[in-house]
C-alpha cells in the first residue's frame, strides 16, 4: 500500500490578509481587516484540490482605521473579543473552485461556502516555495449572532446584514 505524501503550508502574513466589508447607512462601504491571525493548509496534490485550509484570526485585532468603531465592533454589541478572543474556520471540502469549511464566530459555526483561486505558486528569491491564493463570499452577520443595528432618521438601517470577506493568503511551503 502506497502511503500519501501531505505537504503542509504555513501563512506568509506579511503577503496576506484577512479583510471585509460591508454597507454603512446603506450608503457607503466600510473595509477593515483582521491584523492578527493564523493560517495553514496541508494538501496531497500540485492543484492542492481537496486540501485541508484553516485560519484563526484574534478578533480584538480587528481595524477599520476608526478606533471607535474599532471599539464598538469588539464590543458586546459584536464580536464580544473578551469572552470570544478568536474567530476559525476549517475547510471540508476544495474542488478547485469552491471552498467548504466551517466558520466559527463567537459561540456559532456555521458552514460557509466561497469562491477561492488559486493564482499559482512561485519561488521567490530566497528560495522559498510560495502559494497564492484569493477567496471571496458573502454571510450574514447576524447568522453568527452579531445582530446590533441602528436605524437612521430616514429610515436606513446602519450596518448591512451582509458582510463580504475578502481574503488574499500566501503560504510557504515547509
Keep these: 500500500m502506497e502511503s500519501v505524501v501531505k505537504t503542509k503550508w504555513n501563512v506568509d502574513a506579511a503577503h496576506s490578509e484577512i479583510g471585509f466589508k460591508a454597507k454603512h447607512m446603506m450608503i457607503s462601504t466600510v473595509k477593515g481587516a483582521f ?3 493564523d493560517a ?7 492543484d492542492f484540490k481537496n486540501a485541508n485550509f484553516s485560519f484563526t484570526a484574534q478578533v480584538a485585532s480587528i481595524n477599520t482605521k476608526n478606533k471607535d468603531r474599532d471599539t464598538h465592533l ?4 459584536f464580536f464580544n473579543a ?3 478572543p ?4 476549517e475547510s471540508t471540502s476544495y474542488d478547485g473552485e469552491e471552498l467548504v469549511g466551517n466558520l466559527t464566530i463567537k ?3 456555521k458552514e460557509v461556502r466561497l469562491s477561492m483561486d488559486f493564482n499559482g505558486v512561485a519561488v521567490d528569491p530566497y528560495g522559498q516555495t510560495k502559494a497564492g491564493f484569493e477567496i471571496t463570499g458573502k454571510i450574514n452577520r447576524k447568522d453568527f ?3 446590533w443595528n441602528a436605524v437612521t432618521e430616514a429610515g436606513s438601517i446602519v450596518v448591512s446584514d451582509t458582510v463580504q470577506m475578502a ?4 503560504f510557504i511551503k515547509e
Aim: hydrophobic share 30%; no cysteine.
Design 167 to 170: 481574503i488574499d493568503l500566501q
Design 35 to 37: 491584523e492578527e491571525f
Design 74 to 77: 469588539k464590543s458586546e454589541d
Design 145 to 147: 449572532g452579531l445582530t
Design 107 to 109: 459561540d456559532v459555526t
Design 82 to 84: 473578551a469572552t470570544y
Design 86 to 89: 478568536q474567530m476559525s474556520f
Design 40 to 46: 495553514s493548509l496541508e494538501t496531497e496534490s500540485e
